[in-house]
């Protein structure tokens, strides 16, 4: 496919896109490297007709477009949340299966058994959508994209939220398909940059900046300059978290699990799990899509239905006792993909970071003046006091996750969990808020629960980690099922690698 944009201006949800000139010529393979902004998404959504421009021209040949990208997600998710038939069943609905989704883009039976094989999915066929992890969903949406039968696909940072071992599968499976099929990929991770790219867009805030050869990249400053601003901004908001610490008023330990389990009719998710948290421990949560990494901070945060079947002590209490959801909640800040996924009110920027002091979606009660000056700071941090008044809905995937980030850490909370809180974040975003949990845990500001897939995400100040591994079965009859069939029916446990706090470290953490 060739396609040619000449003075091109397209108005996206916040920033507009801008492409002066750029010619991707037939056969050609693009990389486009987003410092700061949504451009990845917001060229997708143009090209498969979910925009328009509204200044310029767009020239293409003729052939179908498919995108993967954050946003597609989130609308596939919303479309599922609407179809929801729970009230209406005697058990829960789950959302439409993973075959179904993927037939509803080809009625060719072959490609999507292809396409289950080939993208890790056939244990989950007939799992519905609104169960999957982070990494389960973003394969789908890829098969829904390649069932189409695309002859141009666009990838908006394709490796988000996948494990190590499918971001490895992946590489191989673009490097193999990029023979046969035209691609672009967003990336805003250096090290995501497909090998196979010779070609690479520059974009800041939606302005298409320059045209780059390989060689020319990976001498370009654009990443030192970054870091740069990034330093400077994770130092003023840890200023602001450090203005507005509390002290800590629980006792060894925050939060303890007894042979924790999950598990459903039909699946174990996880079993015989002993883990406790202690005062003053950060802790890196890790292990592959799908293992329960998500459904074990649920039983912390108190929103997972099995968390009053297990034995679970947090801030003092037994779990079940008689506390309120509210009374655990207002020690906790969380930042997740669900947790994105239900900020559905149609509320402001503002009144999303607000609505942390009060645990709530949305805005319910008059915040104080002390609050609202604190929320302001917050958006001033981040660059987006301009957006105090636009609507959450109405803002960038990336720019919602930042404010729920600063949503989850305004109420200065005991402990603040963080489940791939990069998901979405252009570059700069991400060594912002990287650099600011560097600093809080450093100093002690909050306790941290931290998840994310990449080695280089990894916080230096966290010490203590929590690692998902497979239980097998041992019958000999479940030796012909899949690996993942096996870990599905038999679950995970998990191997705890603590280091010890030093008593002086140990009470710096609580001193105001």
Known sequence: MDIQFAGLIAQGKVDALQI???????????????????????????????IEYQQGSLLRTDGRIAQVSLEEQQRLLERELNNDDTDFLDRIDTGSRVEALIQEQSNDYQLTEKLLTELDLLHLRNSGFRVLSTGETRRVILARA??????????????TGLDTAHRQTLALYLHK??????MLVCFSREEDLPEWIEHIALFERGKLDSILDKRRWDSHPVIKQIKQQADQQSEEMLSLVRRHTYLSPFDDPLFSLTDGHVAYTDK?????VDWEIKKGEHWQISGPNGCGKSTLLGLIFGDHPQCYSNNIQIFGRQRGSGETIWEIKKHIGMVSSALH?????????????LSGFYDSIGIYQQPTKDEINIARDWLKILHMQDYAKTSFKQLEYGQQRLLLIARAIVKRPTLLILDEPYQGLDYLGRRLVKNALELIAREQLC???????????????????????????SSSSSSEKSSHQQQSLCGYTVKITRQKIPFNQHKKCFEV
């Open 177 to 182: 398909l990029s023979q046969s099929l035209q």
């Open 268 to 272: 174990t998710i996880f079993t015989a």
């Open 146 to 159: 390649l069932a189409s039968d695309p002859d141009f696909l666009v990838l908006d940072n394709p490796f």
């Open 341 to 353: 996924l239900q900020y559905r009110v149609n509320c402001c920027a503002l009144d999303v970071i």
């Open 447 to 473: 306790q941290l629960l931290y998840v994310s897939h990449y080695h280089a995400d990894k916080l230096d100040s966290i010490k203590n980690y929590l690692d998902f591994v497979p239980i097998h079965p």
């Open 20 to 50: 002066e000139h750029w010619h991707i010529q037939h056969q050609q393979s693009w990389g486009i490297f987003v410092t700061e902004g949504d451009s990845g998404s917001l060229i997708g959504d143009l090209l498969c007709g979910e």
